[in-house]
């Protein structure tokens, strides 16, 4: 089993910048890979980006240029840098990790989930 707990989300004005973590403990040796999902009040639930083990990133369009998603796999971390965030960029964001295969992610875990809200 495998626990993940995110941090890092907060208030920002449009245009501002948070950092996203995300540690793993537990049976992180099954973990290849890892990403955080959003969702939004009355929106579909969005993967935002992932991040196998070996340096794949994927990204959704909707955040390519102005989100980067890095790993420490020596400290079992994942990180969200979101640069010039967007009104509609506020949800609450989820870690997940789970397996990459056949060029996908398949996520089994889940953290609790941390809220980013941007202001105006």
């Known amino acids: 089993q495998v626990q993940l707990v995110e941090s890092g989300g907060g208030l920002v004005e449009t245009g501002g910048s948070l950092r996203l973590s995300c540690a793993a403990s537990?049976?992180?040796?099954?973990?290849?890979?890892m990403g955080w999902y959003r969702q939004a009040p009355g929106k579909q639930r969005e993967l935002v980006a992932a991040?196998?083990?070996?340096?794949?990133?994927y990204y959704a369009d909707s955040v390519k240029g102005r989100f980067t998603i890095s790993r420490d796999n020596a400290k079992n971390t994942v990180h969200l840098q979101m640069n010039s965030l967007r009104l509609e960029d506020t949800a609450v964001y989820y870690c997940?990790?789970?397996?990459?295969?056949?060029?996908?992610?398949?996520?089994?875990?889940w953290g609790q989930g941390t809220q980013v809200t941007v202001s105006s």
């Open positions: 537990g049976s992180i040796f099954s973990i290849n890979c």
């Open positions: 991040i196998t083990s070996g340096g794949i990133t």
């Open positions: 997940e990790a789970g397996h990459y295969s056949s060029s996908r992610c398949t996520f089994d875990s």
